[in-house]
């Protein structure tokens, strides 16, 4: 299943697009999860750098697959440099002479090992021929090499004294300048003026981040010390996620959320240089091998977007011209998001794509210094007018629309015409009227966003059930705005593999061995103020230790970590707390999720992805993986509170669009769980179910 989209939003709007300095390809990471990713928060491009397990082949694989968006790396974390062989320097100055890679990294130096991300600890001293050999190699081609190297008493002198006797190579060094203090990364930067810091794994959320010296003190705010040092030299800093697994993109989002209100506390051109100028400054001698040159020759010298219609695809397809070398490029149209690079292709495939015209817009910048154009191509051969009726094959109407309604006396002739694909759970919208200033739109609907042209569409993320959205389209001309507002009520009908009937849907028990439970309490139970949505399968006192697995194929999106204490029959007088995991899984039907609650030892394939859970007093949802897992794979080992011998685990099932009875929205829609499994399973479980609290309503058992 593809992931989901997540609630964060891209780091900050800037003038420029938005570059992470320093991220990695490790297995897993396929070009269409890093695609997902870098579009879900809204990342243009992406440094990668190969770790152990992966190559430079495949950076370069992901980046043929990505042309504009990823930038090429030659991996450090390899045999070669972490066994120093001087032969792995051959290679990397080959590899160079190709002219494919734009960036070296992550070279390490004094390295801190992190077992959960199957990184060992090294150290290795700058001063040998062979970091000097790199150091020479970023100077000779232009290079930007990024150094992890642990900021130290003993470590910084020798680093310093390398690096001043290399002073035309483009060193960025990891991490805000190793974990520095601002003012041990002051005294470097202004000896080296071509060193550089970057951001990488610095968020609140990463142990990483919090540990040593942190550059935020909180998800809202920087250090102070640091922002001063970032406001004073800001060419000095560029904007790094540190993604270094795959379950990283997978919660891209999760790393990068508590970004944005501290960018937005920098000024205007410091963010702009941070988030991705810097970067394309230090590239500026270097062209990616997927993108074609520029020359100085020929015509137009002025920049173009040129562009071409094929009728018979369809699809229009469109080249930059007159750019500058090391300018990044950015497109975008009323048919299609945006790009970077310097093509442009873009199927009309959709009906909101079937217009009578194609505008595209190219922007070329140079640091905070940025151009525009504009191209437009008649398409009216294959136009259509939206239609708000369509239905589809699947008995009934699958769309639905609404007629706007204006906020605004002064323009009654806009209007945002709207549609939804309730199959597709897809939002189609086209501005009409108007005066031909610009457009801007935005929606209630979670995690929808703002779009600025012609056309918004959206679709909406998998799980989510709404029955209305408000879509507000505002134009402007200079500082006079106006609105519109266009109502879409909905009728989804759920997506995926779902049955005609739930009955004996789960396979597999989660306890090989009914026997051993020796209660079971029904879901919805309300226990005085607590409304308690799964059910529970109690066992013996001080049989904690049991195999808990999954009873049909799922996928594991969100997790809990917290705090809670039990002291049954005065087995932990001393009230010590313990730590308890939640999960919850997605099926492959929308809209039908299960949880589990009270697990104390995870599984080794789920436990890594709590790495970054902080564990909380409240239970608290987090969104994790996701994590794709077969019917009957183990989801712990240990369940409860062995320090007491409360020997329990919480089970529910859940129908967001109620096919089948539920307690209802206060219980998160909880379901009967019985008749999920098979029907004698179902008979054990209702002879050992207790009743000590009323259950909601009376739909269970």
């Given at each position: 299943?593809?992931?989901?989209?997540?609630?964060?939003?891209?780091?900050?709007?800037?003038?420029?697009?938005?570059?992470?300095?320093?991220?990695?390809?490790?297995?897993?990471?396929?070009?269409?999860?890093?695609?997902?990713?870098?579009?879900?928060?809204?990342?243009?491009?992406?440094?990668?750098?190969?770790?152990?397990?992966?190559?430079?082949?495949?950076?370069?694989?992901?980046?043929?697959?990505?042309?504009?968006?990823?930038?090429?790396?030659?991996g450090f974390q390899q045999k070669g440099w972490l066994a120093q062989d001087s032969e792995f320097i051959d290679d990397v100055e080959r590899n160079l002479d190709t002219g494919r890679f734009q960036w070296m990294g992550e070279l390490l130096l004094r390295h801190y090992g992190v077992p959960e991300l199957d990184a060992d600890s090294?150290?290795?001293?700058?001063?040998?021929?062979?970091?000097?050999?790199?150091?020479?190699?970023?100077?000779?081609?232009?290079?930007?090499?990024?150094?992890?190297?642990?900021?130290?008493?003993?470590?910084?002198?020798?680093?310093?004294?390398?690096?001043?006797?290399?002073?035309?190579?483009?060193?960025?060094?990891?991490?805000?300048?190793g974990r520095s203090t601002a003012d041990e990364a002051r005294e470097f930067l202004e000896e080296l003026p071509n060193l550089h810091c970057d951001t990488g794994a610095s968020g609140v959320s990463r142990r990483y981040g919090r540990e040593k010296n942190p550059l935020f003190v909180s998800q809202l705010l920087w250090d102070p010390d640091w922002r001063d040092l970032i406001e004073e030299m800001p060419?000095?800093?560029?904007?790094?996620?540190?993604?270094?697994?795959?379950?990283?993109?997978?919660?891209?989002?999760?790393?990068?959320?508590?970004?944005?209100?501290?960018?937005?506390?920098?000024?205007?051109?410091?963010?702009?240089?941070?988030?991705?100028?810097?970067?394309?400054?230090?590239?500026?001698?270097?062209?990616?091998?997927?993108?074609?040159?520029?020359?100085?020759?020929?015509?137009?010298?002025?920049?173009?977007?040129?562009?071409?219609?094929?009728?018979?695809?369809?699809?229009?397809?469109?080249?930059?011209?007159?750019?500058?070398?090391?300018?990044?490029?950015?497109?975008?149209?009323n048919v299609y998001g945006w790009k970077t690079g310097t093509s442009y292709e873009v199927e009309l495939v959709e009906?909101?794509?079937?217009?009578?015209?194609?505008?595209?817009?190219?922007?070329?910048?140079?640091?905070?210094?940025?151009?525009?154009?504009?191209?437009?191509?008649?398409?009216?051969?294959?136009?259509?007018?939206?239609?708000?009726?369509?239905?589809?094959?699947?008995?009934?109407?699958?769309?639905?629309?609404?007629?706007?309604?204006?906020?605004?006396?002064?323009?009654?002739?806009?209007?945002?015409?709207?549609?939804?694909?309730?199959?597709?759970?897809?939002?189609?919208?086209?501005?009409?009227?108007?005066?031909?200033?610009?457009?801007?739109?935005?929606?209630?609907?979670?995690?929808?966003?703002?779009d600025a042209g012609l056309t918004y569409s959206r679709q909406l993320e998998w799980g989510l059930v709404l029955d209305r959205i408000e879509v507000n389209l505002e134009e402007c001309l200079g500082s006079d705005c106006s609105t519109v507002t266009s109502t879409v009520e909905l009728s989804l009908q759920p997506r995926g593999d779902c049955p005609n009937s739930f009955d004996g849907w789960l396979g597999t028990f989660p306890l090989s061995d009914l026997s051993v439970i020796t209660e079971v309490e029904a879901p919805a139970r309300i226990i005085g103020p607590v409304l308690e949505q799964p059910g529970i399968f109690r066992l013996p006192y001080w049989q904690n230790e049991v195999q808990i697995r999954l009873p049909i194929d799922a996928t594991l999106i969100y997790g809990l970590k917290y705090l809670l204490v039990s002291n049954l029959n005065d087995a932990n007088p001393d009230e010590v707390p313990d730590v308890q995991y939640g999960l919850r899984f997605e099926t492959e039907c929308e809209g039908l999720w299960f949880a589990f609650e009270h697990m104390y030892e995870l599984s080794p394939e789920?436990?890594?992805?709590?790495?970054?859970?902080?564990?909380?007093?409240?239970?608290?949802?987090?969104?994790?993986?996701?994590?794709?897992?077969?019917?009957?794979?183990?989801?712990?080992?240990?369940?409860?509170?062995?320090?007491?011998?409360?020997?329990?685990?919480?089970?529910?099932?859940?129908?967001?669009y109620e096919r089948v009875p539920t307690a209802g929205p206060d219980f998160i829609n909880a379901a009967c769980y019985y008749d999920f499994f098979s029907p004698g399973v179902a008979a054990q479980l209702r002879t050992k179910t207790v009743t000590r609290w009323p259950v909601a309503g009376d739909f269970c058992p």
């Open positions: 299943m593809a992931p989901t989209s997540t609630a964060a939003a891209t780091p900050v709007a800037s003038e420029i697009p938005v570059v992470d300095a320093h991220s990695h390809v490790a297995p897993g990471v396929s070009a269409e999860l890093l695609s997902w990713a870098l579009d879900d928060v809204g990342v243009d491009a992406i440094v990668l750098f190969a770790r152990r397990g992966s190559s430079n082949q495949d950076v370069l694989d992901i980046a043929e697959e990505l042309p504009g968006r990823v930038i090429p790396g030659i090294y150290d290795f001293s700058p001063d040998t021929d062979l970091f000097r050999r790199v150091l020479d190699l970023s100077a000779r081609y232009g290079v930007p090499l990024t150094v992890h190297h642990e900021s130290e008493q003993e470590t910084r002198g020798l680093f310093k004294e390398v690096l001043i006797g290399h002073p035309e190579a483009i060193v960025v060094w990891a991490h805000w300048c060419d000095r800093f560029l904007f790094a996620v540190d993604a270094v697994v795959a379950v990283h993109y997978s919660k891209y989002g999760n790393l990068i959320k508590e970004y944005p209100q501290a960018f937005d506390a920098l000024s205007d051109e410091v963010r702009s240089l941070m988030l991705g100028g810097n970067a394309l400054r230090l590239m500026s001698s270097v062209v990616s091998p997927f993108e074609a040159p520029t020359t100085t020759t020929g015509a137009p010298e002025e920049l173009a977007a040129i562009c071409t219609f094929d009728e018979s695809v369809p699809k229009i397809s469109c080249q930059a011209a007159g750019t500058t070398q090391g300018s990044q490029l950015r497109w975008e149209s009906q909101y794509q079937l217009v009578p015209e194609v505008v595209v817009t190219l922007q070329e910048c140079q640091g905070s210094d940025c151009e525009l154009v504009t191209t437009k191509i008649d398409t009216s051969a294959i136009a259509q007018t939206p239609s708000t009726t369509e239905s589809g094959d699947y008995g009934g109407d699958t769309s639905t629309a609404d007629s706007p309604t204006s906020t605004t006396s002064e323009n009654a002739e806009l209007a945002a015409v709207c549609s939804f694909d309730n199959v597709q759970h897809r939002l189609t919208c086209e501005a009409s009227g108007g005066r031909g200033g610009s457009l801007a739109w935005s929606s209630d609907a979670p995690n929808f966003g703002t789920i436990l890594p992805y709590f790495a970054d859970v902080p564990t909380q007093e409240a239970a608290t949802a987090h969104r994790i993986g996701p994590l794709a897992m077969s019917e009957g794979a183990l989801v712990g080992t240990s369940i409860g509170f062995p320090r007491d011998g409360n020997a329990f685990v919480a089970f529910g099932v859940f129908d967001d």
